[in-house]
């Protein structure tokens, strides 16, 4: 039972705009600590794709964005792409224990 | 540039110690935290703890406080994971990851390749 709620599923065709939610209590999105998301394809270590609710770090393509509102969060994909087929986590920090995860969704690109 | 390189597979028996090492290049090692995270196979990610290499500080995710032990060696740039009374639950990809500090929200911003554990008998 993962402290962040994702769904375990998404799906989009190429070129829509696909969401991710992440939702999260009091005690870690609600308190105001910033939520980060990351990008995991088979086989290889998770990537920062997005920090501190809505920032790209360099070489991450601007159709990623995402948005924080009280206890959750959001990952927004748009201009859908196969390359974008992964697996995506939700990340943030919950009263004295540093980090806490979603517990991933994968998006299949139909 | 940033790199994080992990110590290759292991396979151990039940009951049994594991230490995964994680040499770090391309930046100031005391200067960023560096927290660990598990991934068993076909499941999420899971935090296990963070240590600073500038002090040594720890900080552990309360369901393994009682057997992970976070260290550094500063000199060489390496961080240590050990997991004590290995269980087959403990089988699991350990990846390493940076903290990258307060100006990304303490997010994880650059990991290593991750180390395949395999707790078997």
């Known amino acids: 039972q993962s402290v962040l709620t994702q769904p375990p599923s998404v799906s989009g065709a190429p070129g829509q705009r696909v969401t991710i939610s992440c939702t999260g209590s009091s005690s870690n999105i609600g308190a105001g600590y910033g939520v980060h998301w990351y990008q995991q394809f088979p086989g290889t270590a998770p990537k920062l794709l997005i920090y501190l609710n809505s920032n790209r770090p360099s070489g991450v393509p601007d159709r990623f964005s995402g948005s924080k509102s009280g206890t959750s969060a959001s990952l927004a994909i748009t201009g859908l792409q196969a390359e974008d087929e992964a697996d995506y986590y939700c990340q943030s920090y919950d009263s004295n224990i540093r980090g806490v995860f979603g517990g991933g969704t994968k998006l299949t690109v139909l | 540039q940033v790199h994080l390189v992990q110590s290759g597979a292991e396979v151990k028996n039940p009951g049994a110690s594991v230490k995964v090492s994680c040499k770090a290049s391309g930046y100031t090692f005391s200067n960023y935290g560096i927290s660990w995270v598990r991934q068993a196979p076909g499941q999420g990610l899971e935090w296990m703890g963070w240590?600073?290499?500038?002090?040594?500080?720890?900080n552990y995710a309360q369901n393994l406080q009682d057997r992970v032990t976070l260290t550094t060696d500063t000199p060489t740039n390496t961080a240590y994971m050990e997991v004590e009374g290995l269980r087959s639950g403990d089988t699991a990809v350990y990846y390493c990851?940076?903290?990258?500090?307060?100006?990304?929200?303490?997010?994880?911003?650059?990991w290593g390749q991750g180390t395949l554990v395999t707790v078997s008998s």
């Open positions: 240590i600073s290499p500038h002090n040594g500080n720890t």
């Open positions: 990851a940076r903290e990258g500090g307060d100006s990304t929200g303490w997010s994880f911003d650059y």
